[in-house]
T-cell receptor, first 114, second 112 residues
Framework: GQQVMQIPQYQHVQEGEDFTTYCNSS?????IQWYKQRPGGHPVFLIQLVKSGEVKKQKRLTFQFGEAKKNSSLHITATQTTDVGTYFC??????????????FGKGTLLTVNP | DTGVSQDPRHKITKRGQNVTFRCDPISEHNRLYWYRQTLGQGPEFLTYFQNEAQLEKSRLLSDRFSAERPKGSFSTLEIQRTEQGDSAMYLC??????????FGPGTRLTVL
């Protein structure tokens, strides 16, 4: 069925190293959203990308939306211990579904060694 | 705190019992969503309301699950005849006109 896939599943880095997580959809997305979930917490919205090829930055975080609107990436420069958590991408997979029914990937769990 | 709230935060029940969870969205958010999350997985969509109307329901949701949002404000999710496979974190989220969803802290259900 339609799905959103993320790799890697886990990533352990030393503080100061960079980190990237990749998201791929089986179908074209009208938009893609990224959420962060701290251990024991709930998902928190980070950003939404809408346009083909769009790039957005939030301080050390850079988000990209692919030209075909089927893939996305999140890159963190110089990770800090506060970046620890699971990063999820989510998109509305259509085929009769609304724009608000989000399908989440399994997430990438980032751990940072101080 | 004006965020999304959920009650209870934890629920332990025996197999076969009914349970009901409550979600209070951010006031004036007209969309409300229920998700289920198990360990190592992303949130899985269950159902979605716009005001009091339930507009979409996952095919994964069996007829033991029912959700309501009677006055377009708070919502309840009921699970009848619980099974061990229902054990999960049940998350509620709300949104306004935009797509950004604000999640509550969740209700962790354990079915013994």
């Amino acid at each position: 069925g339609q799905q959103v896939m993320q790799i890697p599943q886990y990533q352990h880095v030393q503080e100061g190293e960079d980190f990237t997580t990749y998201c791929n959809s089986s179908t074209t997305l009208s938009n893609i959203q990224w959420y962060k979930q701290r251990p024991g917490g709930h998902p928190v919205f980070l950003i939404q990308l809408v346009k083909s090829g769009e790039v957005k930055k939030q301080k050390r975080l850079t988000f990209q939306f692919g030209e075909a609107k089927k893939n996305s990436s999140l890159h963190i420069t110089a990770t800090q211990t506060t970046d620890v958590g699971t990063y999820f991408c989510a998109g509305p997979l259509r085929s009769g579904g609304s724009n608000y029914k989000l399908t989440f990937g399994k997430g990438t769990l980032l751990t940072v060694n101080p | 705190d004006t965020g999304v709230s959920q009650d209870p935060r934890h629920k332990i029940t025996k197999r076969g019992q009914n349970v009901t969870f409550r979600c209070d969205p951010i006031s004036e958010h007209n969309r409300l969503y229920w998700y289920r999350q198990t360990l190592g997985q992303g949130p899985e969509f269950l159902t979605y309301f716009q005001n009091e109307a339930q507009l979409e329901k996952s095919r994964l949701l069996s007829d033991r699950f029912s959700a309501e949002r009677p006055k377009g404000s708070f919502s309840t999710l009921e699970i009848q005849r619980t099974e061990q496979g229902d054990s999960a974190m049940y998350l509620c989220a709300s949104s306004d006109l935009g797509n950004e969803q604000f999640f509550g802290p969740g209700t962790r259900l354990t079915v013994l």
